[in-house]
């Protein structure tokens, strides 16, 4: 599997992004996909996960109201729509692939992406 992060870049708060997880080498729609982030000297955080099937969705209690999480099975992406944007979203964003679902443990997502950069400036 390989995944593919884009749509980073420099905002401002209040502001919006849509990030992009592009997955291949196998079949997309067996695979949930997460959404994780890690900020200067922090750990890495959970933001969004969504099931193989889309039916099951979870989001971090930081992000629930302003973030949304998608899939389109037609494009082998997952999305991550991010609203509201303050510094506190700045960070490297990361997609993850698990057979199924695994929601906000990352140490269960078998494959990585090499992240993106979201910067918010206040």
């Known amino acids: 599997v390989q995944l593919q992060a884009s749509g980073g870049g420099l905002v401002q708060a209040g502001g919006s992004l849509r990030l992009s997880c592009a997955f291949s080498?196998?079949?997309?729609?067996?695979?949930?996909v997460g959404w994780f982030r890690q900020a200067p000297g922090k750990e890495r955080d959970f933001v969004a996960a969504?099931?193989?099937?889309?039916?099951?969705?979870s989001y971090a209690d930081s992000v629930k109201g302003r973030f949304t999480i998608s899939r389109d099975s037609a494009k082998n992406t997952v999305y991550l729509e991010m609203n509201s944007l303050n510094a506190e979203d700045t960070a490297v964003y990361y997609c993850?692939?698990?057979?199924?679902?695994?929601?906000?443990?990352?140490?269960?997502?078998?494959?990585w992406g090499q992240g993106t950069q979201v910067t918010v400036s206040s």
């Open positions: 080498g196998r079949t997309f729609s067996n695979y949930g």
């Open positions: 993850a692939a698990v057979r199924g679902f695994s929601g906000s443990y990352a140490n269960k997502y078998d494959y």
């Open positions: 969504i099931s193989w099937n889309g039916f099951a969705i």
